[in-house]
T-cell receptor
Framework: AQKITQTQPGMFVQEKEAVTLDCTYD???????LFWYKQPSSGEMIFLIYQGSYDQQNATEGRYSLNFQKARKSANLVISASQLGDSAMYFC??????????FGTGTLLAVQP | DTAVSQTPKYLVTQMGNDKSIKCEQN?????MYWYKQDSKKFLKIMFSYNNKELIINETVPNRFSPKSPDKAHLNLHINSLELGDSAVYFCASSQRTSGGHSSTDTQYFGPGTRLTVL
């Protein structure tokens, strides 16, 4: 069985600062992928970044980077230079052999001006 | 230009009614999914189809029946709606399922359908 744990229900960050959203996972699949999605108040689910379990380098997409520590089973999302529009719920998810996504409970990020 | 679309966006109905939610993707993906997001924002997989074949069927009541007429469409039909069915339902698609995971397994979500059962 796969599991995602997001221990931060809510986070505050000042505009233009960096913020790290925590995610730890558990899986028995040898090959898996880790995903981060953003859900703004409008409700849509926006894909941000992907990290494969065999990827040697940490994934980056613009201001988003994924701090992947396989031995610790963690896949933290780092958002650099926070913007007001980054205020949203952020979900970490894991996909394995069947590719069904198992989601964490989410972290609500508030960016303050 | 819409990648994954769902209709309707909002659905308000009475208990006991039957309703359908439609989903279409124009990404050329092989696999489509249905997820349910409850009032606490928790997202859970319901079904997955690959090339019109059911491959994931979580412990969902029989009142929920997915139908995939072709690989670009995955509809969700719900019979005898109950209060507990009130939620946001998301359709998603990905390029492929695989034994070895890769970025092509990324799932892209539709805008969601907010179902309210009165």
């Amino acid at each position: 069985a796969q599991k995602i744990t997001q221990t931060q229900p809510g986070m505050f960050v000042q505009e233009k600062e960096a913020v790290t959203l925590d995610c730890t996972y558990d899986t028995s699949d040898p090959s898996y992928g880790l995903f981060w999605y953003k859900q703004p108040s409008s409700g849509e689910m926006i894909f941000l970044i992907y990290q494969g379990s065999y990827d040697q380098q940490n994934a980056t997409e613009g201001r988003y980077s994924l701090n992947f520590q396989k031995a610790r089973k963690s896949a933290n999302l780092v958002i650099s230079a926070s913007q007001l529009g980054d205020s949203a719920m952020y979900f970490c998810a894991i996909g394995g052999a069947t590719n069904k996504l198992i989601f964490g409970t989410g972290t609500l990020l508030a960016v303050q001006p | 230009d819409t990648a994954v679309s769902q209709t309707p966006k909002y659905l308000v109905t009475q208990m006991g009614n039957d309703k359908s939610i439609k989903c279409e993707q124009n990404l050329g993906h092989d696999t489509m999914y249905w997820y349910k997001q409850d009032s606490k924002k928790f997202l859970k997989i319901m079904f997955s189809y690959n090339n019109k074949e059911l491959i994931i069927n979580e412990t969902v009541p029989n009142r929920f029946s997915p139908k995939s007429p072709d690989k670009a469409h995955l509809n969700l039909h719900i019979n005898s709606l109950e209060l507990g069915d009130s939620a946001v339902y998301f359709c998603a698609s990905s390029q492929r399922t695989s034994g070895g995971h890769s970025s092509t397994d990324t799932q892209y979500f539709g805008p969601g359908t907010r179902l309210t059962v009165l």
